[in-house]
């Protein structure tokens, strides 16, 4: 069984112009998360998914951030405009509802320069 | 809310010898769970451990045992006969229940360096 697919795996970019992650969940989970990573710290949670529906999203930036996930499979976070702060891992991860499993991507590099 | 404390930022543990890394949380959740995960230097998060709120006893995988003091909101990481692959970051995380039941909150993080 695939695992949790991210990509890409790594993207630079010049600050003001925008960028988008795709995020592949394992095959049935319907929940689906996207955590920031600033480097030396523990992910911190930006979206949370159930299904289609975005359940907890108090932690996205919205005048930047925008995510989305169609029929309740795939998701995409993009960034407009992102800024040097932006720099840090993201990571997609995706669990059965209310379940123990949690699943993690081998994330997103994102540098902004 | 829900929080993680790591206080450690940082461990040398000699190769073959256990270490010990710490984590103490806060909730007001009834129930919850408690997740170790490594991450080494490619990045990517892999479970180690799972402790239940309920459980009765000390969960354990392999080299990996969870010392769970429920009293003292504590579930701190015990890795036996450190192997060199060990080097990584550690990170303890909790979910809750109710509403906010899926999401896991992380702690900061100990790196652990293993020496030959």
């Known amino acids: 069984e695939a695992g949790v697919v991210q990509s890409p795996r790594y993207k630079i970019i010049e600050k003001k112009q925008p960028v988008a992650f795709w995020c592949n969940p394992i095959s049935g989970h319907n929940t689906l998360y996207w955590y920031r990573q600033n480097l030396g710290q523990g992910p911190e949670l930006l979206i949370r998914?159930?299904?289609?529906?975005?359940?907890?999203d108090s932690q996205l930036p919205k005048d930047r951030f925008s995510a989305e996930r169609l029929k309740g499979v795939d998701s995409t976070l993009k960034i407009q405009p992102a800024e040097l702060g932006d720099s840090a891992v993201y990571l997609c991860?995706?669990?059965?509802?209310?379940?123990?499993?949690?699943?993690f991507g081998s994330g997103t590099r994102l540098t902004v320069v | 809310a829900q929080k993680i404390t790591q206080t450690q930022p940082g461990m040398f543990v000699q190769e073959k010898e256990a270490v010990t890394l710490d984590c103490t949380y806060d909730t007001s959740d009834p129930s919850y769970g408690l997740f170790w995960y490594k991450q080494p230097s490619s990045g990517e998060m892999i479970f180690l451990i799972y402790?239940?709120?309920?459980?009765?006893q000390n969960a354990t995988e392999g080299r990996y045992s969870l010392n769970f003091q429920k009293a003292r909101k504590s579930a701190n990481l015990v890795i036996s006969a450190s192997q060199l692959g060990d080097s990584a970051m550690y990170f303890c995380?909790?979910?809750?229940?109710?509403?906010?039941?899926?999401?896991?909150?992380f702690g900061g993080g100990t790196r652990v360096l293993v020496k030959p």
């Open positions: 991860a995706s669990s059965l509802e209310q379940g123990d499993g949690y699943t």
């Open positions: 995380a909790m979910r809750g229940s109710g509403a906010a039941g899926n999401k896991l909150t």
């Open positions: 998914y159930e299904n289609e529906e975005a359940v907890d």
């Open positions: 402790q239940g709120s309920y459980d009765q």
